[in-house]
């Protein structure tokens, strides 16, 4: 079992960043995928980033490609998604999720943490 704990998360005007962090319970957790997801109100859950367990392979969205950078440290247990020049239509609650074997776009992860809040102002 992997628990899994976002912050970082708030309110920020267009243009702006915020840093949202992702920690894990588990000292397993370099051998996991880890994926940021989210969901806005009235939409299904879309993928947003993901990164393999080395970090050495990332996917993005197209919609965040450029702007988002995902990284993580294993040796912190922790996974970190920075996200640059926000527009309101990244409005959402943010989620992490890990899965064992490779990354992916594909909603399929094991494990899911409880969401972050990010509401970005025109």
């Known amino acids: 079992q992997v628990q899994l704990v976002e912050s970082g998360g708030g309110l920020v005007q267009a243009g702006g960043s915020l840093r949202l962090s992702c920690a894990a319970s588990r000292r397993t957790f370099s051998s996991y995928a880890m994926g940021w997801f989210r969901q806005a109100p009235g939409n299904e859950r879309e993928f947003v980033s993901a990164?393999?367990?080395?970090?050495?392979?990332?996917y993005y969205a197209d919609s965040v490609k450029g702007r988002f950078t995902i990284s993580r440290d294993n040796a912190k247990n922790t996974v970190y998604l920075q996200m640059n020049s926000l527009k309101p239509e990244d409005t959402a609650v943010y989620y992490c999720?890990?899965?064992?074997?490779?990354?992916?776009?594909?909603?399929?992860?094991?494990?899911w943490g409880q969401g972050t809040q990010v509401t970005v102002s025109s």
């Open positions: 999720a890990a899965k064992s074997g490779k990354a992916t776009w594909v909603d399929e992860y094991d494990y």
């Open positions: 990164i393999s367990w080395r970090g050495g392979t990332t």
